[in-house]
Nanobody
Framework: QVQLVESGGGLVQAGGSLTLSCVAS????????MGWYRQVPGKEREVVAS???????SYADSVKGRFTISRQNEKKALFLQMDSLKPEDTGVYCC?????????WGQGTQVTVSS
């Protein structure tokens, strides 16, 4: 059974930075496309960044140029560097496979950006 554990969220002022981390246990990580997702109350969960197994990154238009996704396969870890944060970046951030069939979601990490 795969377990996803996210960390690194917090309260930050607009313009600030955070680095999110996700560690996956119990499954093969290397070579899998992975993504960071944002959940906001009343809205569907959306993917903000994804990283293919070969290293190709993709970003939602709203975060392009501000967020950077990366991974360390040997540690089964996924990261999201978030710079120039905006209040609209607020939400619970989770990681998971970037595919139709996903692992069980972790609890996520709350990011709150104050104006």
């Amino acid at each position: 059974q795969v377990q996803l554990v996210e960390s690194g969220g917090g309260l930050v002022q607009a313009g600030g930075s955070l680095t999110l981390s996700c560690v996956a246990s119990g499954s093969i990580f290397s070579g899998r496309a992975m993504g960071w997702y944002r959940q906001v109350p009343g809205k569907e969960r959306e993917v903000v960044a994804s990283l293919g197994g070969g290293g190709t990154a993709s970003y939602a238009d709203s975060v392009k140029g501000r967020f950077t996704i990366s991974r360390q396969n040997e540690k089964k870890a996924l990261f999201l560097q978030m710079d120039s944060l905006k209040p609209e970046d607020t939400g619970v951030y989770c990681c998971n496979k970037h595919s139709d069939l996903k692992w069980q979601w972790g609890q996520g990490t709350q990011v709150t950006v104050s104006s």
